[in-house]
């Protein structure tokens, strides 16, 4: 069965580092990984979609990696703002074949401060 | 939140008392999701269903129960047989038809048994 694991499960830095969350999932058999931000008492936002063929995905100054045979991603988040506070999460996609109804697998989260 | 509407946004509820959570969405999606979420850690799927008039349970269905009547709904009912119901609900549709196998959330609800 996956197991989706994030660490740290909280995370404290000034404004203006550059950090990175990591995700590990033990099945690399995984059709997509996606990262998703939430804020408190809200639902979530998809930040960023890797698909399972590749590497890296980028959006402004978000860049999350892929390492299928790893099992790892990291969400690497640039020039933190406090605006960037919120929870973290990534979730693993069985391959389509194995695709009972999108059964995402979700990690726990790593709960982000950006203090200014 | 794209689309979703999940009510109410807060509820309370008494032991043995059922309760029913609402999703609503005009996404036109074809499947659609229930997830729990507790303090500090990740979602479970509760039920989805990709078709109306149909669904299947997810990793932990128990106490819970879903109906999927049309395509737009799929209230989720807590009932009294759920031993711990206090936790924050999220409801989650999809698009078969844009590949890409992405998850759309509303803003969740959350239940707290007095």
């Known amino acids: 069965k996956q197991e989706v694991t994030q660490i740290p499960a909280a995370l404290s830095v000034p404004e203006g580092e550059n950090l990175v969350l990591n995700c590990s999932f033990t099945d690399s058999a995984i059709y997509n990984l996606q990262w998703f931000r939430q804020d408190p008492g809200k639902g979530l936002t998809s930040l960023l979609l890797i698909q399972s063929s590749q590497r890296e995905q980028t959006s402004g100054r978000l860049n999350a990696s892929l390492d299928k045979s790893s099992g790892r991603s990291t969400l690497y988040i640039a020039a933190s703002q406090p605006g960037d506070s919120a929870t973290y999460l990534c979730?693993?996609?069985?391959?389509?074949?194995?695709?009972?109804?999108?059964?995402?697998?979700f990690g726990g989260g790593t709960r982000l401060m950006v203090k200014p | 939140d794209g689309g979703i509407t999940q009510s109410p946004k807060y509820l309370f509820r008494k032991e043995g008392q059922n309760v029913t959570l609402s999703c609503e969405q005009n996404?036109?999606?074809?499947?659609m999701y229930w997830y729990r979420q507790d303090p500090g850690q990740g979602l479970r799927l509760i039920y989805y269903?990709?078709?109306?008039?149909?669904?299947q349970k997810g990793d932990i269905a128990e106490g819970y129960s879903v109906s999927r009547e049309k395509k737009e709904s799929f209230p989720l009912t807590v009932t009294s047989a759920q031993k711990n119901p206090t936790a924050f609900y999220l409801c989650?549709?999809?698009?078969f038809g844009s590949g890409a196998n992405v998850l759309t959330f509303g803003a969740g609800s959350r239940l707290t048994v007095l």
């Open positions: 979730a693993v996609s069985p391959p389509l074949y194995n695709n009972a109804g999108n059964m995402l697998t």
């Open positions: 989650a549709t999809r698009d």
């Open positions: 269903s990709q078709i109306v008039n149909d669904f």
């Open positions: 996404l036109n999606h074809d499947a």
